[in-house]
């Protein structure tokens, strides 16, 4: 039988703040069209390091065969995005080898469903600006609307924006290292988050920027991001 570690992620948007703290790749993109509806898309992969350390403090994952492991349950992320109002919602995951695999999301909105995603429109109903704000409080509180397996390993990464105690990036990077070794470590230090914004009746390339992981786990106050088509 298949055994799930991510059994409930995400919760919408969530899934970018969850699989933030696993320090995998990820891509959002949030496309808007002029009649006001939001297209989400979301896109990681989670490798070995990210399997090994959940499944490392999960009794109920059966360790015995890791190739009948399912890392991520599309099920229970399609369920919780249907729960929270959206449309058009799919939820595919894709097995690329033995160590890694692969999370592709995409739904639909009438309206913004995220409080910390802000779209500025022209009078042409054309998105001219997304701001994304973050902040210990808004990661905190993604956190706890997701199972005790992710808030376990939130807890575990003993991250400033969980901790509210700042900490330098070099010391941070040593911490993880010296927890859960290098390889963790140089996930955290090497991983992205590319957000995109684009207009999806326009033939334009998304306008897109990156976050480094390691910056959203140090964060200590508010900070907003923005993205200008």
Same mark, same amino acid.
């Given at each position: 039988?298949?055994?799930?570690?991510?059994?409930?992620?995400?919760?919408?948007?969530?899934?970018?703040?969850?699989?933030?703290?696993?320090?995998?790749?990820?891509?959002?993109?949030?496309?808007?069209?002029?009649?006001?509806?939001?297209?989400?898309?979301?896109?990681?992969?989670?490798?070995?390091?990210?399997?090994?350390?959940?499944?490392?403090?999960?009794?109920?994952?059966?360790?015995?065969?890791?190739?009948?492991?399912?890392?991520?349950?599309?099920?229970?992320?399609?369920?919780?995005?249907?729960?929270?109002?959206?449309?058009?919602?799919?939820?595919?995951?894709?097995?690329?080898?033995?160590?890694?695999?692969?999370?592709?999301?995409?739904?639909?909105?009438?309206?913004?469903?995220?409080?910390?995603?802000?779209?500025?429109?022209?009078?042409?109903?054309?998105?001219?600006?997304? @701001?994304?704000?973050?902040? %210990?409080? +808004?990661?905190?509180? $993604?956190? !706890?609307?997701?199972?005790?397996? =992710?808030?376990? *390993?939130?807890?575990?990464?003993?991250?400033?924006?969980?901790?509210?105690?700042?900490?330098?990036?070099?010391?941070?990077?040593?911490?993880?290292?010296?927890?859960?070794?290098?390889?963790?470590?140089?996930?955290?230090?090497?991983?992205?988050?590319?957000?995109?914004?684009?207009?999806?009746?326009?033939?334009?390339?998304? @306008?897109?920027?990156?976050? %480094?992981? +390691?910056?959203?786990? $140090?964060? !200590?106050?508010?900070?907003?991001? =923005?993205?200008? *088509?």
């Amino acid at each position: 039988m298949k055994k799930t570690l991510l059994k409930y992620l995400p919760l919408g948007f969530a899934a970018f703040a969850a699989v933030t703290f696993t320090g995998c790749p990820v891509t959002f993109t949030v496309s808007a069209s002029p009649d006001s509806t939001l297209y989400y898309n979301f896109n990681t992969t989670a490798g070995k390091s990210t399997n090994e350390l959940i499944s490392a403090f999960d009794n109920s994952i059966d360790k015995s065969n890791s190739d009948s492991t399912v890392i991520f349950d599309t099920v229970e992320i399609e369920r919780a995005l249907l729960k929270m109002g959206l449309k058009n919602v799919s939820a595919l995951t894709q097995k690329i080898d033995k160590n890694n695999q692969k999370l592709s999301i995409s739904a639909s909105s009438s309206e913004n469903k995220f409080n910390f995603i802000k779209i500025i429109r022209n009078e042409r109903g054309e998105a001219t600006q997304m @701001q994304l704000t973050l902040s %210990p409080a +808004i990661l905190q509180d $993604l956190i !706890t609307n997701q199972n005790n397996i =992710i808030q376990k *390993y939130a807890d575990l990464l003993m991250a400033p924006c969980f901790t509210n105690e700042a900490i330098e990036k070099d010391e941070y990077i040593e911490l993880l290292a010296s927890l859960y070794g290098n390889d963790v470590a140089k996930e955290f230090t090497d991983g992205q988050i590319e957000i995109k914004l684009k207009n999806s009746d326009r033939k334009k390339i998304p @306008q897109s920027f990156s976050i %480094p992981i +390691i910056d959203i786990l $140090l964060l !200590t106050e508010e900070k907003t991001f =923005i993205i200008n *088509y």
